[in-house]
T-cell receptor, first 110, second 113 residues
Framework: QQQVKQSPQSLIVQKGGISIINCAYE??????FPWYQQFPGKGPALLIA?????SEKKEGRFTISFNKSAKQFSLHIMDSQPGDSATYFC?????????FGKGTKLSVKP | DGGITQSPKYLFRKEGQNVTLSCEQN?????MYWYRQDPGQGLRLIYY???????QKGDIAEGYSVSREKKESFPLTVTSAQKNPTAFYLC????????????FGSGTRLTVV
């Protein structure tokens, strides 16, 4: 049973465009929602994370939008760059669980 | 520099052999995890350990074994009972609970030859 649903599976964006990746969760016990970025052959690295007491968090070109009532959150990458090409994973976490989405492969075309 | 070290980066195994993947952390994290990554399947939890000398099975533990004799180390053995071991294996650690974020290692790619 998948508890964090991530979409799309893959995404192609032109340089300078906005990349948007969406996630939906089921477990209302989740109180931590991180996004990880993974380059080929490397381990995932924490990109940005949010707690459910805020609706938005911005770090540079990366923004998480969080909708607690809809149990949805999304990652927006502004002014996407070829160096952003990677696989992105969302996750939902509680003390007992950290459940990952299946990942989105982002390709930013020059 | 604090972090997680996985070794080796690449590993080749003959069918019927057991192999052990190393994972060492110097972050003073209590919890450690092993994940398997296959194309299009995301990250699947194999085993995790929240304290020394204790560990629990994850979603796909069959054919794998672990030990946690030291806080810093959490080796994974891929046994001959694992029928499809070719994959990318990731070790991670977290300070306490699963909602404080993970630090991942750089992974070990295991190939059965």
């Amino acid at each position: 049973q998948q508890q964090v649903k991530q979409s799309p599976q893959s995404l192609i964006v032109q340089k300078g465009g906005i990349s948007i990746i969406n996630c939906a969760y089921e477990n209302t016990a989740f109180d931590y929602f991180p996004w990880y970025q993974q380059f080929p052959g490397k381990g995932p690295a924490l990109l940005i994370a949010i707690r459910p007491d805020v609706s938005e968090k911005k770090e540079g070109r990366f923004t998480i939008s969080f909708n607690k009532s809809a149990k949805q959150f999304s990652l927006h990458i502004m002014d996407s760059q070829p160096g952003d090409s990677a696989t992105y994973f969302c996750a939902g976490g509680s003390l007992e669980d950290l459940i990952f989405g299946k990942g989105t492969k982002l390709s930013v075309k020059p | 520099d604090g972090g997680i070290t996985q070794s080796p980066k690449y590993l080749f195994r003959k069918e019927g052999q057991n192999v052990t993947l190393s994972c060492e952390q110097n972050l003073n994290h209590d919890a450690m995890y092993w994940y398997r990554q296959d194309p299009g399947q995301g990250l699947r939890l194999i085993y995790y350990s929240q304290i020394v000398n204790d560990f629990q099975k994850g979603d796909i533990a069959e054919g794998y074994s672990v030990s946690r004799e030291k806080k810093e180390s959490f080796p994974l053995t891929v046994t001959s009972a694992q029928k499809n071991p070719t994959a990318f294996y990731l070790c991670a650690s977290s300070p306490q609970g699963r909602n404080y974020g993970y630090t991942f290692g750089s992974g070990t790619r295991l190939t059965v030859v």
